[in-house]
């Protein structure tokens, strides 16, 4: 069954530091997302992406957030300067084509510590 | 998108049947109504979706009645696998906005 893949599984980073969160979604999808999870709360949606440009982000993705997809295949979310509130789970989610509202299927995540 | 109720949590025992419903009064005509399950420390797994009447499949069915303001997925024969947190989500467009889940667990 084909998956999403996330990587690292889990990163430790000092404040201030960079981080790039990578994801293979499922490779014949078209949509793409980013949502975190702190510790102990609900999943939240941060960006969708369609067509090399995001379509939706919420107020959580701020300037210090981005999201590329570099290469056709891998999905990256960028945290410019980490701030100790980033830390969480981060979940990338892909969708196919059989139209807007098919099922996403989430990776596993990456749990983000900021130290 | 339209708000989700649920009930935080749920008990249950073995080989039992469960029902979660949840409740989104103000669905919109283009909203989709979506089950994820999530286990510690996972991503969250679909179950189910549908958008009127009763979706069934190989896991799990989902009831919605005609006016389509609430939604209940029906879990057969629990196992102590089914423990997890269960979401109830409106989809419209791709973007799913996951409420507060309810907590199930299945006791031996």
């Known amino acids: 069954e084909p998956e999403v893949t996330q990587t690292p599984s889990h990163q430790v980073t000092q404040m201030g530091q960079e981080v790039i969160l990578r994801c293979v979604p499922i490779?014949?999808?078209?949509?793409f997302y980013w949502y975190r999870q702190i510790l102990g709360q609900k999943v939240e949606f941060l960006v969708s992406f369609y067509n090399n440009e995001i379509s939706e982000k919420s107020e959580i993705f701020d300037d210090q957030f981005s999201v590329e997809r570099p290469d056709g295949s891998n999905f990256t979310l960028k945290i410019r300067s980490t701030k100790l509130e980033d830390s969480a789970m981060y979940f990338c989610?892909?969708?196919?084509?059989?139209?807007?509202?098919?099922?996403?299927?989430f990776g596993q995540g990456t749990r983000l510590t900021v130290v | 998108l339209a708000k989700t109720t649920q009930p935080i949590s749920m008990d249950s025992y073995e080989g039992q049947e469960v029902n979660i419903t949840c409740s989104h009064n103000n669905i919109a005509t283009n909203d989709y109504i979506t089950w994820y399950q999530q286990f510690p420390s996972q991503g969250p797994r679909f179950i189910i979706q549908g958008y009127k009447t009763k979706v069934t499949n190989e896991v799990a069915s989902l009831f919605i009645p005609a006016d389509r303001k609430s939604s209940t997925l029906s879990l057969p024969r629990v196992s102590l696998s089914d423990t997890a947190v269960y979401y109830c989500l409106l989809t419209n467009a791709g973007k799913s906005t996951f409420g507060d889940g309810t907590t199930l667990t299945v006791k031996p």
């Open positions: 989610a892909s969708r196919g084509t059989g139209g807007m509202n098919t099922e996403a299927f």
């Open positions: 490779s014949n999808h078209l949509y």
